[in-house]
Each structure stands twice: as structure tokens, then as C-alpha cells.
């Protein structure tokens, strides 16, 4: 009779049709992965559980569930299941980790249930899956520890750990302030905003005859127009002009 590796052909009439069996020699487990068994019960040729399915570890029909703190993604043969990872929790045979929820992290590996995950503390916040807790930047705000929220155009915040969006203040006059800013930006030479602006277009530039330094919250009157001012002797014996006409002003 022909023979295959020494095993009868007899022996490969009929295909292991489950998803996991594998025909296997009974007494030495090796397996003829590409060839076929005559039947489930052969006596010295069987089908028998190669791999074990998702969320277990085993094989050659005897598998069984990871335990918990650990997870198994694939089907195997013979491999251990892994370590839950950092930022997650594995309950008994689980396939994949699961996260730990928005709010709370985990530095620790092997947790076994969403209990295990710690909280967040104030300032600071956790997207889910998180393995540390993020302190709140300068230019946000973290309300509830799960997100952290940007101070909006026209506010900054230069402070940290903040929880309220009242750590927000408004952008000063001569400033201007994107979203997210922990700090004012000046608004260029010759323009002027006012306070709330949240963009470098919300600068405006000077009128004819006025001009401004960098970060100034007004246009002064330029000197060129003297015959706008007029003379005020300061104490210490210089001569100024000045004119103060509501946003304009002029220091001659």
C-alpha cells in the first residue's frame, strides 16, 4: 500500500473539517497540517484540537481560558497568553485588553477588572487606555479629568492644573490671543486692538497721522502734526506736547 511519511494513504480520505482540528498522529501529537484523516475516531490517525481558539492557551484538545490579568489574541497552539499591558484590565479569557475608561489610568500591568484603574486627581486629565495621568497645560482647562479643553480666541491662560474655565482671562487691549494661548501675542507696529482680540487680523492699523509701538493698546498722534498739540512745561524743566483725545494721544 502506498504510503505518505510511513503512514498508511488510507489514512488521508477524509478532511478534518472543523476550523481548528488538525489531523495528528494519537501517540506523538505531530501533525500533517496539509493532508487529511479518515475519520474523527481513526484508532492510530485522529483529528484532534490543534489550536486553541481566541482568549485561551493549550492545544491538542485541551485548552483552556487565559487567566485573568492576561489575554490571548490569536489562535495557538502551546502559547502562553500574554500580560495585560499598562492602561488596560483583562478579565478571565479575554481576547483583547480593555481599556481603562476616560477619567482613570493604570501604570501597572496584570489588572484584572476596571476597578483597578485609578483616578485621575484634579488638573490633570486621562483619555481612556490611559497608563499616567496628563497634567492640564498652560492655554486649557480640565473640568472633569477625561479631556483636556483649549481656552478659547480672545482668552489665555498662563497657569497649569487648571480645572475651571474661568482660569481663562481675557486677552488685554494690544495683545491678541488664538485659541489654546498660555500667553499674549503683541500686535505689530503701528496697529492696536482691543482687549478680547483673538487674531493677528483683529489688529488694526493706525490711522493717517497716529502711529503705534509694538503691543500698543492705542495710536498716538505723530509729532509731524505739532500744530495738534500743544506745549505743557513737566516739572523737570523739558518741553513735551501732548494731546489727549480719547484713543489717540501725542508725545512730542
Not at 3 to 9: D, E, M, S
Not at 46 to 56: E, F, I, P, Q, Y
Not at 69 to 87: A, E, K, L, R, W
Amino acid at each position: 500500500m502506498l504510503t505518505h511519511r510511513g503512514v498508511p494513504r488510507t489514512h488521508f480520505m477524509l478532511p478534518c473539517r472543523m476550523q481548528l482540528w488538525q489531523c495528528a498522529h494519537r501517540a506523538n501529537h505531530l501533525f500533517f497540517s496539509h493532508h487529511v484523516c479518515t475519520n474523527k475516531f481513526d484508532i492510530e490517525y485522529s483529528c484532534l484540537v490543534a489550536r486553541c481558539d481566541v482568549g485561551k492557551t493549550g492545544g491538542f484538545g485541551t485548552c483552556q481560558q487565559c487567566v485573568a490579568g492576561t489575554y490571548q489574541p490569536t489562535m495557538t497552539v502551546h502559547t502562553p497568553c500574554q500580560d495585560c499591558p499598562v492602561g488596560s484590565y483583562c478579565p478571565t479569557g479575554s481576547e483583547t485588553p480593555t481599556p481603562c475608561d476616560a477619567g482613570t489610568f493604570s501604570s501597572a500591568t496584570k489588572l484584572i477588572s476596571a476597578a483597578q484603574c485609578q483616578s485621575c486627581a484634579a488638573g490633570t486629565y486621562c483619555p481612556s487606555g490611559s497608563s499616567n495621568a496628563t497634567i492640564c497645560s498652560a492655554g486649557s482647562y480640565c473640568p472633569n479629568a477625561t479631556a483636556s479643553l483649549a481656552c478659547t480666541q480672545g482668552t489665555y491662560n498662563s497657569h497649569s492644573g487648571q480645572v475651571s474655565e474661568s482660569a481663562c482671562v481675557t486677552c488685554p487691549a494690544g495683545m491678541f490671543c488664538p485659541a489654546n494661548s498660555a500667553v499674549t501675542l503683541s500686535c505689530p507696529e503701528n496697529t492696536y486692538s482691543n482687549a478680547g482680540s483673538g487674531s493677528i487680523e483683529q489688529c488694526l492699523n493706525c490711522s493717517f497721522g497716529t502711529s503705534s509701538s509694538v503691543g500698543s493698546p492705542y495710536c498716538s498722534l505723530s509729532c509731524m502734526f505739532s500744530e495738534l498739540c500743544y506745549n505743557s512745561r513737566l516739572t523737570n524743566g523739558s518741553q513735551h506736547r501732548w494731546r489727549d483725545s480719547g484713543r489717540l494721544r501725542c508725545h512730542c
